[in-house]
């Protein structure tokens, strides 16, 4: 069975960073790609950021230049550098991997990320 780990939430003010690292229970090339959602409660899961096997990241508009998404295939680990955040930025971040393109076929346990005003 897969396993998603992901670490590195936490409470941060506004305009600060965090880093949430996802680390996978098998070879990340297993996966076509890796990516974060985020779920606040009472709203529908919103994309955040992709990163296919061959290194083509991908980003929602509202997180555009202030996230990055990368991979470290020799730790089989995906993180997710988040600077600049804002209160709205405050949400559950969940990693998924894709065994089928486009499909998130394995989830995290979700890292809760806090920006205080």
């Known amino acids: 069975q897969v396993q998603l780990v992901e670490s590195g939430g936490g409470l941060v003010q506004t305009g600060g960073s965090l880093r949430l690292s996802c680390a996978t229970s098998e070879s990340i090339f297993s996966f076509l790609a890796m990516g974060w959602d985020r779920q606040v409660p009472g709203k529908q899961r919103e994309f955040v950021a992709r990163?296919?096997?061959?290194?083509?990241?991908d980003y929602a508009n509202s997180v555009r230049g202030r996230f990055t998404i990368s991979r470290d295939n020799a730790k089989n680990t995906v993180y997710l550098q988040m600077n600049s955040l804002a209160p709205e930025d405050t949400a559950v971040y969940l990693c998924?991997?894709?065994?089928?393109?486009?499909?998130?076929?394995?989830w995290g346990q979700g890292a809760q990320v806090t920006v205080s005003s």
């Open positions: 990163i296919t096997d061959g290194g083509s990241a």
């Open positions: 998924y991997a894709e065994k089928r393109f486009g499909l998130r076929d394995y």
